[in-house]
């Protein structure tokens, strides 16, 4: 039988890695990764209460009502279309578009590690997310994942969520 030129897939980095169940290994990143799942369900209620401020019902119905749109993405693209229309000479229409884009873009990364195959190597001291899309040979394919990354990217989520609440008198939609 003929030998195969078909190249065999290989990792990208020298140790091989291993599929994670949970973090034990790393408790400052399973607790980053927990105040990330808070600081998102802040992100939501704040872009459900712009829905709110844009179309002038009340939070309750604009929360029943929004939540039935599956995704950060969809409800984002659905609110600033809203915007777009929205007659107002109270607000800044245009900032809270800028505002809502903003925050909208960090969806990708929180997406990227919630739906990532988390593994670690064997000795457990790198955690890696896979991105199976990736070519076997790219740099991309492996993305390290630290605690500090995390905790940045709420620090993040959090100041474009205050700047959009702001924006939109969240404090007079509180009641």
């Known amino acids: 039988m003929p030998k195969s030129t078909k190249k ?5 980095s020298s140790p091989p890695y291993n599929a994670l169940e949970d973090l034990a290994h790393d408790p400052k990143l399973a ?10 369900a802040y992100a939501e209620t704040v872009l459900f ?3 709110a401020r844009v179309t002038g019902i009340g ?6 009502s929004i939540a039935r749109i599956p995704t950060f993405e969809s409800r984002a693209k659905f609110i ?4 777009n229309q929205w007659e107002t000479d109270k607000f800044d229409r245009d900032a809270i578009a800028t505002a809502v884009e903003k925050l909208a873009k960090k969806a990708g990364t929180r997406n990227h590690w919630v739906h990532g195959d988390w593994c670690a190597n064997r000795a457990k001291t790198a955690t890696v997310i896979f991105d199976h ?7 991309k394919r492996t993305k390290p994942v630290k605690a500090h990354d995390v905790a940045d990217h709420c620090k ?3 100041n ?11 404090d007079e939609l509180q009641g």
């Open 49 to 51: 209460s712009t829905f």
């Open 59 to 64: 939070l309750n119905m604009a929360m029943e």
């Open 80 to 83: 600033l279309a809203l915007v």
């Open 31 to 40: 607790e980053a990764l927990g105040n990330m799942v808070v600081t998102w």
């Open 156 to 158: 993040a989520v959090k």
């Open 8 to 12: 065999t897939p290989k990792f990208i």
């Open 133 to 139: 899309r990736q070519p076997h040979d790219s740099p």
């Open 160 to 170: 474009r969520a205050a700047e959009l609440a702001a924006l939109i008198k969240w």
